[in-house]
Structure formats: structure tokens, C-alpha cells
């Protein structure tokens, strides 16, 4: 039969395509967990320092991880905080009090900054940290801040998504409810959208904190180095996880470096995962959320 | 005594984008009268009830021409009046809905929700507003111990008490409802029919309804939706 | 209007207003910072010509053609496997494969692109190196294999909202006339959902253009015209990192904001185009 044969190879095209994905990702992890796995230990975070004394007592680590754990936490952190007010205001004033037109211009303007690659965002942190030296003060040039501002820049357009259209797919009807009984826009807001699409606006946030954890290409630009030590403040150069896999790809000077590298990718892989694991789960739960049935 | 007008409607149309949903209509609704509009689905009753409180306005496509004026504290006003807040004329133009809407919050602060609205802070005097609203509402036997439970766990009958007791903590003057029990059961229809019975003379109810012997033992006055206007049945 | 209406109306509309200016900001600083070049030399010059920076010739063609046969060929493998497992989601395979492969592809959206590059560095590169013979084994087809997974997950679940949004009036009518689940696939919910697959490719190249750690790291960095897959190349992103370290008022330096600008460019037409075909499908289909 004629017929029935292209259509099975359809199928099995199909297939192919799923087992080469599968085996891709298989092999990602399969990889980073063989190499990685029998040394994610508290050694390949603190070194030779303990891990009380590294936490508590301040002691320097010279040969873990922990320094660039730290600084990839600041990093998200630091992000994070720019992004989620910027981005919340922005998705709210898209979805709630804009129309026509220029919410059209709108729209496409955060659609291009979402393409941006993160190395021209990178770029463009570094530029800044160029201006803030010349103009402000000869002290400053990349640093945690200007990396932190970039990667804001980076997940900017997710936090302004995940807000947007969490609140334009709250149903008409839970919308009027408290319209209805005479509460203004803005109570309306606060009291009714809002925690009506928190899961939907969580779940972008979330997103962005994935995205800002992994991201290497805009912190190469904005200060990151290879030993920093845990940083002290704002304004100094910082250690980051992404980098240091980065770094000992291409140049590691012993073995252990090289376990370091892998106990390092494993711990970023787990955490990116776990992070859009969830992402997905609370955004999941969203859509079967039936609240407002009869 | 004639009775006194409460809303007067002056050549009110109603579009949704192109489409024409209700042209010229006239209609008057006397105090402490349940009136009844009536007529098949789909032709702008809900729309009509929309027009009265200005929820049209949150609508997209919409748009209302004409004249609605509501009879307040013995002034007659012009609800598209800008120097009318359309908050106020909400909270004293209150709606019910077909399908039960209660906020995600406890059945309290569900009732309690107009008071939030208003500004209001005393715990003590929203404590009082609520109960009488739920005795108003014949809800407040069933709901008196569980006040705190979110109020999405009620039954749609309950719902629905909730709902029209969480429109009267407003102490509204005019009480729209729009189909209010065509999603619920025969028993629990029967519960909001007797409340509304109640409710006469009070308030000033209008009532979108299909069933035509809930409209017969209810209504005062029936209105008909019957070629892009409303007439006057009886 | 509220006076806190109309407050709260203000606020906002000022974040979004600064929030609006950060891609034309970014587009003004490249545009500000590779002006030394564009008054020594012509755009042309600086389009078509070679990279020889002590000759002082700063052209970035080579890096250009890198990006695009990069990012075109990784696309061409990553769009017919996104269709396969796009097509597996939608129900060419039963759901005990169904669920598990759209939890995975999920997933796969968060793995990050530094582990690709360090898997690929320390798998991919020794097989080509071994296979090929291809010297160092740093080189385009070592960067095409892992860039082309990494783009497949969200061109996988691009392709999947398409086929979702197929409406459902449609999918019943293939049916009852008779398709079996592989002729419906193929005849029905694929042309219908075109213009979705559109959107969901040109937004893939700009990501896969826009990759900058893969390329750094695994395609070779040479910075000449690449002549074949197993030649070591130089993508702009990849070029933008490593001349980064260059002196500030270099004209080498000023070269890296040209290729942002190109960058930038070429990421905002593809993000254009597919908000216009998204535009476009939606009033298809509504």
C-alpha cells in the first residue's frame, strides 16, 4: 500500500526528531551529572576553609566555589529587585491603561528589546559603566551594579510579559465584579487583578531569575573576573558561577580547577532547572485554577 | 399618590462596534418597584441593566448614547454627568450577576467589600453592616459560623445570597440583577425569589428574567426587549 | 478621574516610559560609540571588508557570514526536529510519550547556554576533532550541533501554541472526512498553523544570531571568511567578547560597537517580522 507508507515515515520522522532531542538532553545532563556529581561535595564550595568559618567568620576561600555562588546570588538578587518594580509598572500600565495605538508601539518596543542578544545588552552595560568613569568619578567602571542594571535590561521584557498578559486574561467577568460595586481602577487593581493574576505574574518572575542566574554573555562585558572573593560592595568587580564554567572550559591551570568546572556546571544546571520547573508548575496550576465557576 | 420615578431612560442606544443592540428606548422605573425586563436572550437586556450603573464604559467595543437619570437623595441626576463620580452612582446603582461572582476572599470580606471600597476602617461598624446585609440577604443563619471560609466554597445558591447581600452593604438605592437564578436550582431560585419579595419597597429593583412565571409572580411592571426597544407589557 | 487614579496613572506611565527608552538607549550608545569608525571609513568598507586590524582594516564581514551560516544551518537542523516533537506533542504519539517529552522540552528551555558550550567543549570538540580531522576540532559544525539543540526546546513549544491555536471546527472536519491523525498533521493542522511556524522560526534565528557562549566557546574564533563547517570561525557576538579587552580608544575597539549595531539590527527586524506575522495569524484566525 502506497499510501500507508509515507505516513509511517512521517511517524518515524516524528520520532527521530523526539529521540534526538531526548538524547541531546540526556546527554547534557547525563554528562554535567557523571562529571560533575562525585564532586559536588562541601570542599568544592568552601575549599580548604570550613564551611562555619567561610559563612560566619568571614574567612576568604581561595579554592570553592563559594565566592562565585555568592556573587551569582548578589547578581540575581540585585537584578531581580531592578526589574520586578520597573517590569510590574510597565506590564500594568500595558495591560490596564493604555489602548490603540500606542500600546501597539508599546508592545513591539518590548519585542525588540526581548530579541536584544545579551551580548549587545552586555555591551551596552559596559558602555555605561564607560560613561558613569568619564562623567562621575575615574573610581567607577564594571562592577556588580552595572552587571546587575544589564541583566535588569536582559529580563526586563519577561517581567513585562508574564504581567501583561496575566492581566489581560482575567476574565471580563471577575474584572466588573468589583467595578460593579463601586470601586475606582485602581482599587480595582490592587484588591481584584492583581492578586487575581499572581500566579501568572510569579511564574515570570521566576522566569527572570532563571535567566538572569545563567546568562554569561552580558556579565563578561560588565565586570566579572576570574578572583574576587566574596564581593563587599556594589561597586566591585564579583565572581559568578556562568563565568567560571566559562572561564575553565577554555584555560584551566590544574585537575582540580577542571572538578571545580564540573561540580560548578552540575550546581548551575540543577538550579536553572529546578527554577523553570517551577516557573512552569505555578504557571501550570494557572490555567487550571477554575475559580470563578457557577 | 403617584408613584415617584426613579430612573428615567431618554432615547438611550447601544452599539457593540458596528453592531446596533438597542435603539431610542424610553422607559421609566417607579421606587420601591420590581420591574421586570423580559424578552429573548441574546438581544441587550444585560446590556440594557449595563447602561443604567455606566458598566458599559469597562466594556471593550461598547458605546451608549442617550439619556439615563437616577432620582438620588431627591435630585434627579444625569448619570453621564462628569461631575457625577461613576464610583458613587455604582455603589448606589448596585448589580447582581447571572453567574454568581464571588470575590477570592472570605465570605466576610466579600460583604465587607463595598465598605473597603468607600474607605471605611471601623471593624466594628463593618461587623454590623455585614450581618444585616446577610439577614437581608436570608444568608446569615447558614454562613454565621464560617464567615472566615473562603467564599468560593458556598453552594451557587449561597453564592448568589452572597452576592446580592455583598450589593446591599452598599446600601444601595436601586438593585439591578441580571438573570439572578437561571444558574441555580429550582429550590435555591425559589430562596432568591422570596428575597426579592423582601426586598420591594426598600429598594428599587429591576430584574432581567426569562422565566415568564417568575416575571408574573414577581414584577410590578414588565418591559418586553422586542425589536432593538423595550415596551411597556404591563 | 481620581486624583489617585490619576497618580497612579503617572507613576506608571513613567516606568514605562523609561522602560521604553532602554532599546533605543542600547541603539544610541552603539550608534555614539562606533562613530571613530564611520568618520575614517564607509559603512560599505565596514560591511564587506576583512578583518585586519594591523593593517588597520576593521571590516567585519567575516564575522557577519559567520553569525548568519551559523544561526541559517543551525536553524535548518533545529526546524524540522521543533515540527517532529511538535507534532509528537500534538497527538501524533500517545500520551504516555506526549506528557513526558513537553515536561522535558520544557525544561530543556532553562538549561543553560554556558553548559551547553562546556559539554560541547569537552564531548563535541574531541569527536569532530578525532572524526574530521579537523585540527583543533573547534570549529562551525562543533558549534552547530549544541546550538541547534539549544534553540529546539523553544521553537519546539512555538510550534506547539501554533498547532494549538488550529481551530478546533477544522481538526473536526479533517477527521470526520476520513484523515487518519498523520494525513490531518500534514494536509490540515500544519498549513493552517504557517504563519505561527513563521513567527516561531524568524524569533529562533534571533536567538540563535544572538547566541553569543557556544560560539565563543566551541566554534574556533578565527577571524577570517569561513570556507566550510569544519573551519574555525568568528561569530559578532563571539568577536564583541574578545575584543572587549581591547584598548578604549582603539579604532578596533570602536569595531565591536559596528557589529552591535548589526546585531541589533538583525535581532530587531526578526523580531519584527514575527510580531507581524503573529498579527497576522491572529486575524487569520479570528
Not at chain 1, 561535595?41 to 568559618?53: D, H, I, N
Not at chain 2, 423580559?38 to 444585560?46: E, T
Not at chain 2, 438620588?72 to 448606589?92: A, C, I, K, Q, Y
Not at chain 2, 436601586?174 to 432568591?192: F, K, M, Y
Request: hydrophobic share 50%.
Amino acid at each position: 500500500m502506497k499510501r500507508g507508507c509515507w505516513e509511517r515515515a512521517v511517524r518515524c520522522g516524528c520520532y527521530a526528531a523526539g529521540f534526538w532531542v531526548v538524547s541531546g538532553a540526556v546527554a547534557v545532563v547525563g554528562f554535567a551529572v557523571r562529571q560533575g556529581a562525585p564532586h559536588v561535595t562541601p570542599k568544592l564550595l568552601f575549599g580548604g576553609v570550613s564551611a562555619r568559618e567561610a559563612l560566619f567568620g568571614g574567612a576568604p576561600v581561595f579554592d570553592g566555589l563559594w565566592p562565585a555562588v555568592v556573587g551569582t546570588f548578589y547578581l540575581v538578587a540585585g537584578a531581580v529587585a531592578l526589574a520586578a518594580p520597573l517590569g510590574l509598572a510597565t506590564g500594568i500600565y500595558l495591560a490596564e491603561f493604555s489602548r490603540g495605538r500606542l500600546k501597539e508601539v508599546l508592545t513591539v518596543f518590548f519585542d525588540v528589546l526581548a530579541g536584544v542578544p545579551s551580548v549587545v545588552v552586555g555591551l551596552f552595560g559596559f558602555s555605561v559603566s564607560l560613561l558613569l568613569h568619564k562623567m562621575v568619578s575615574p573610581r567607577l567602571g564594571p562592577c556588580l551594579l552595572v552587571a546587575a542594571f544589564s541583566l535588569m535590561i536582559l529580563v526586563l521584557p519577561y517581567v513585562i510579559r508574564a504581567t501583561q498578559s496575566a492581566l489581560e486574561g482575567v476574565p471580563q467577568e471577575v474584572r466588573i465584579t468589583a467595578l460593579s460595586l463601586g470601586a475606582d481602577p485602581v482599587q480595582n487593581l490592587a484588591w481584584v487583578l492583581i492578586p487575581h493574576s499572581f500566579r501568572g505574574i510569579a511564574s515570570g518572575l521566576l522566569l527572570a531569575v532563571g535567566r538572569c542566574a545563567e546568562d554569561t554573555a552580558v556579565i563578561l562585558l560588565t565586570g566579572v573576573v576570574v578572583t574576587a572573593g566574596v564581593p563587599r560592595s556594589l561597586l566591585d568587580p564579583f565572581e559568578a558561577l556562568p563565568f567560571y564554567i566559562y572561564y575553565v572550559s577554555t584555560q584551566y591551570a590544574s585537575p582540580e580547577e577542571l572538578e571545580r568546572g564540573f561540580g560548578a556546571a552540575l550546581i548551575l544546571l540543577g538550579v536553572s532547572v529546578s527554577l523553570f520547573a517551577v516557573a512552569y508548575a505555578v504557571r501550570r496550576a494557572v490555567g487550571h485554577w477554575a475559580l470563578y465557576r457557577a | 399618590m403617584d408613584p415617584v420615578i426613579k430612573i428615567r431612560v431618554e432615547e438611550l442606544t447601544f452599539r457593540y462596534g458596528t453592531r446596533t443592540v438597542l435603539r431610542d428606548v424610553n422607559a421609566v422605573f417607579f421606587e420601591g418597584a420590581l420591574t421586570a425586563v423580559v424578552g429573548p436572550s441574546g438581544r441587550g437586556k444585560s446590556t440594557f441593566l449595563m447602561a443604567l450603573n455606566r458598566l458599559w464604559e469597562e466594556v471593550p467595543g461598547a458605546d451608549a448614547r442617550g439619556r439615563v437619570w437616577v432620582r438620588l437623595d431627591g435630585n434627579e441626576r444625569l448619570v453621564s454627568d462628569p461631575s457625577f463620580p461613576v464610583t458613587e452612582l455604582r455603589r448606589r446603582v448596585a448589580m447582581v450577576f447571572q453567574v454568581p461572582n464571588p470575590l477570592p476572599m472570605s465570605i466576610f470580606k466579600n460583604v465587607a467589600f463595598p465598605l473597603k471600597v468607600m474607605g471605611l476602617r471601623d471593624k466594628a461598624v463593618a461587623a454590623e453592616v455585614v450581618e444585616d446585609a446577610l439577614r437581608r440577604a436570608f444568608l446569615w443563619d447558614e454562613v454565621k459560623d464560617r464567615l472566615r471560609e473562603d467564599a468560593r466554597l458556598l453552594s451557587g445558591g449561597q453564592q448568589q445570597r452572597l452576592c446580592i447581600a455583598r450589593a446591599l452593604a452598599a446600601q444601595p438605592d436601586v438593585l439591578l440583577l441580571d438573570e439572578p437564578t437561571s444558574s441555580l436550582d429550582a429550590r435555591a431560585a425559589g430562596i432568591i425569589e422570596e428575597l426579592l419579595l423582601t426586598l420591594k419597597g426598600r429598594c428599587t429593583l429591576v430584574v432581567v428574567s426569562h422565566y415568564l412565571e417568575q416575571v408574573e409572580r414577581l414584577a410590578d411592571q414588565v418591559y418586553e426587549v422586542a425589536d432593538e426597544t423595550l415596551q411597556l407589557v404591563s | 478621574m481620581t486624583r489617585r487614579e490619576r497618580l497612579t496613572r503617572k507613576i506608571l506611565g513613567a516606568a514605562t516610559l523609561c522602560a521604553a527608552a532602554l532599546p533605543l538607549s542600547i541603539l544610541i550608545f552603539m550608534v555614539v560609540l562606533a562613530r571613530p569608525l564611520f568618520s575614517s571609513f564607509s559603512v560599505t568598507d565596514l560591511l564587506t571588508g576583512t578583518w585586519e586590524p594591523l593593517q588597520g582594516r576593521y571590516g567585519i564581514l567575516p564575522m557577519m557570514t559567520a553569525s548568519l551560516l551559523l544561526a541559517l544551518a543551525s536553524l535548518a537542523v533545529a526546524f524540522p526536529v521543533s515540527l517532529g516533537c511538535a507534532g509528537l506533542i500534538f497527538g501524533l504519539a500517545p500520551p504516555v510519550v506526549t506528557v513526558p517529552l513537553r515536561r522535558l522540552v520544557q525544561l530543556m528551555t532553562g538549561f543553560p547556554t554556558v553548559v551547553y558550550g562546556f559539554v560541547g567543549v569537552f564531548v563535541l570538540v574531541p569527536a569532530v576533532r578525532d572524526l574530521f580531522q579537523a585540527g583543533s576540532g573547534r570549529c562551525l559544525l562543533s558549534a552547530l550541533v549544541p546550538l541547534s539543540l539549544m534553540i529546539t526546546p523553544t521553537m519546539t513549544l512555538f510550534f506547539s501554541d501554533a498547532f494549538a491555536a488550529v481551530p478546533r471546527p477544522i481538526l473536526l472536519a479533517a477527521t470526520a472526512s476520513g484523515a487518519d491523525p498523520v494525513q490531518r498533521f500534514v494536509w490540515v493542522v500544519i498549513p493552517s498553523a504557517r504563519r505561527g511556524l513563521a513567527a516561531g522560526m524568524v524569533l529562533s534565528f534571533g536567538r540563535a544570531v544572538g547566541d553569543t557562549l557556544i560560539a565563543l566557546m566551541l566554534a574556533g574564533n578565527a577571524a577570517r571568511m569561513p570556507s566550510g563547517f569544519l573551519e574555525s570561525s568568528r561569530t559578532l557576538t563571539a568577536h564583541v567578547a574578545l575584543v572587549i579587552a581591547a584598548d578604549f580608544q582603539s579604532l578596533e575597539f570602536a569595531s565591536i560597537f559596528v557589529c552591535g549595531m548589526v546585531l541589533y539590527v538583525l535581532t530587531s527586524c526578526a523580531a519584527l517580522c514575527a510580531w507581524r506575522m503573529r498579527a497576522a495569524a491572529e486575524r487569520y484566525s479570528g
